[in-house]
């Protein structure tokens, strides 16, 4: 057997202007050499693509650096360690790292966390037990604290993060009403027990998604957990009730805007009504992982959390499963499986 493997890796190859395109990304091999003393070769089983991703596609100074033209891109991945000569690690252990976009990697074992399933499958790790469900959990329950009774409303309810508040907010007594971009995604979320949903692409315009919501939340909305930003924000605004609390997570409708779009104009609700607006990060709450852990182990065997997950075949493929997450090709978690 040789001592040196080939990986497959996927780098940026230039930074997209607008809506990221196939030439934006290159697939490269590099040869991996035998793992050093203190060293362990990884074989990723599966890979992550996030939203985020795309604004470290950006040459600007945000809360993580830029990703680097010619250099593989990173993000979330669960692997299997093919030999180690550390020794925290042993042959067929599982790993969650940062080192994604690629099919394997040497490493020292710095930030590698070993992963035990507690019986989940392995991939649940990047989406509902990963940072998403915890985006999920800590954004609805820190941030958002809805309370028994109140109407929560959660944009991009089908995707990974949205899916999870929908159902964490059922689990708490709440009235739970649903954006998603698709007729298939709105009878998913109302077999997840969500109470209104809206498809909000047969509401074009913005006073049709803000009548929309009016009907669906004729009591008002409480706590609106933000993940897409643009008209669904000026929706919510006219329809949130005095004291609500807007936990800003994600506005994907505005990653690709070649140029800055004006703000909502309606902004002034957030005075009249008094309303709370915070942006929620999700490294900020990794104290509730404990927490979150431990509700999951009693939601999911109880069938009160369930998820979904889309998925592409091939480390080649990644780019093309990144690229849906924009043109909502994806239910539940998007996921590229490698290995
Ligand atoms: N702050 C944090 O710490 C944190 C952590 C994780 C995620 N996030 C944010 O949370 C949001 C959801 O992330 P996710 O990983 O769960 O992704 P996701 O919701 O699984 O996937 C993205 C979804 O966004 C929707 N979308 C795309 N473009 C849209 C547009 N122009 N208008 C309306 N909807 C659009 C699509 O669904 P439709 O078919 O419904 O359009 C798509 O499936 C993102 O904004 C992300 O940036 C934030």
Redesign the pocket.
Known sequence: MSDTMISREIRLAARPNGMPTASDFELASVELPAPGDGELLVQNTWMSV???MRARMMDRKSYLPPFQIGKALEGHAVGKVLSSNHPDFTKNDLVLSMNGWREAFISDGTGLQKLETYGLPEQAFLGVAG??GL?AYA?LLRVGQPKEGETVFV?????????IVCQIAKIKGCRVVA????DD?CAWLKSLGVDEVIN??NHADQSALMAALKAAAPEGVDVYFE????D?LVAALEAMNLFGRIV????????NDAAPKPGPWNLFNVIGKRLRME?????DHQDMLGDFVGDLAAWVPAGKIKWQETVEDGIENAPTAFL???????????LVKLG
């Open positions: 996030d939203p985020y940072m998403p985006t954004g944009s991009g309810g089908a995707g990974a993060v949205g899916s954006s998603a971009g698709s995604k909000y692409k993940n897409v930003g643009g669904h800003v997570c994600g506005l994907i409708s505005g990653y942006g929620l990060l999700v490294s849906k997450l924009f043109s909502g090709g994806n239910t539940g978690k998007m």
